[in-house]
């Protein structure tokens, strides 16, 4: 059973940072790409930044650029989400996702945690 679970979450401030961390069980976590989505209270889910197997290709979105990376620990089967600068748009649930290709289309995931709750206050 594929399991994906993360931490990390909480209330920070405004220019803050945090580091979330997905751990993954039940796959062959070196054949996926891994990626991070968010969900906002009255929006769709967006994608956030993702990495492919070796962690030698990314993607991310336009908002985040900059200020958060993303890295993966293959011999710990866990991805990272670095977030610097944190804004108060920034406010969401967030999820891994693994995906055997590199995309950024919630719908090509296969496998999602249950998110983490992120809050930027001003």
């Known amino acids: 059973q594929v399991q994906l679970v993360e931490s990390g979450g909480g209330l920070v401030q405004a220019g803050g940072s945090l580091r979330l961390s997905c751990a993954a069980s039940?796959?062959?976590?070196?054949?996926?790409?891994m990626g991070w989505f968010r969900q906002a209270p009255g929006k769709e889910r967006e994608f956030v930044a993702a990495l492919s197997q070796s962690g030698g290709s990314t993607r991310s979105a336009d908002s985040v650029k900059g200020r958060f990376t993303i890295s993966r620990d293959n011999p710990k089967n866990t991805v990272y989400l670095q977030m610097n600068s944190l804004k108060p748009e920034d406010t969401a649930v967030y999820y891994c996702?693994?995906?055997?290709?590199?995309?950024?289309?919630?719908?090509?995931?296969?496998?999602w945690g249950q998110g983490t709750q992120v809050t930027v206050s001003s």
């Open positions: 039940g796959l062959t976590f070196s054949t996926y790409s």
């Open positions: 996702a693994a995906s055997r290709v590199l995309v950024a289309t919630a719908r090509v995931y296969d496998y």
